[in-house]
Nanobody, 121 residues
Framework: QVQLLESGGGLVQAGGSLRLSCAASGRGFSTYAMGWFRQAPGKEREFVAAVSWSGGSTSYADSVKGRFTISRDNPENTVYLQMNSLKPEDTAVYYC??????????????WGQGTQVTVSS
C-alpha cells in the first residue's frame, strides 16, 4: 500500500500556472497507475487526469485537456500535475490517487489528503 502526500497548491490569478506534486511512500508505486481528482465546494469529486504505470498512457477530463499535463518520475516516487491557463472554475481541492493496477480503468484505492488550488478572476 502507498501513502500519498500532495503539495504545490496555492492562490493564483486566472491565466496563471501551478505545478502540483504527489510524493508516494510504501511499496508498488512504479507498478501503479496514478491519477488526480478534484472537488469544488458543493460539488462531487471529479476525475482530472491519470497516467499509466510507465507514463506511456495518459487520460484527461475534457475540461482540462490542452491545459493540464500529468507526468510521473518513478525513481523519485512522484507524480505531477502541471496546470496552465488556469480558470476560476479550476478552484478546488486537488487529490492524488493510486489505482493499484498498471492501468487506470479501475477505481483508485489510495488517496492523499488534498491540496487547495484557488484561482482568482
Amino acid at each position: 500500500q502507498v501513502q500519498l502526500l500532495e503539495s504545490g497548491g496555492g492562490l493564483v490569478q486566472a491565466g496563471g500556472s501551478l505545478r502540483l506534486s504527489c510524493a508516494a511512500s510504501g511499496r508498488g508505486f512504479s507498478t501503479y497507475a496514478m491519477g488526480w481528482f478534484r472537488q469544488a465546494p458543493g460539488k462531487e469529486r471529479e476525475f482530472v487526469a491519470a497516467v499509466s504505470w510507465s507514463g506511456g498512457s495518459t487520460s484527461y477530463a475534457d475540461s482540462v485537456k490542452g491545459r493540464f499535463t500529468i507526468s510521473r518520475d518513478n525513481p523519485e516516487n512522484t507524480v505531477y500535475l502541471q496546470m496552465n491557463s488556469l480558470k476560476p472554475e479550476d478552484t478546488a481541492v486537488y487529490y492524488c490517487a493510486a489505482y493499484y493496477s498498471p492501468g487506470y480503468s479501475t477505481v483508485p484505492r489510495s488517496w492523499g489528503q488534498g491540496t487547495q488550488v484557488t484561482v482568482s478572476s
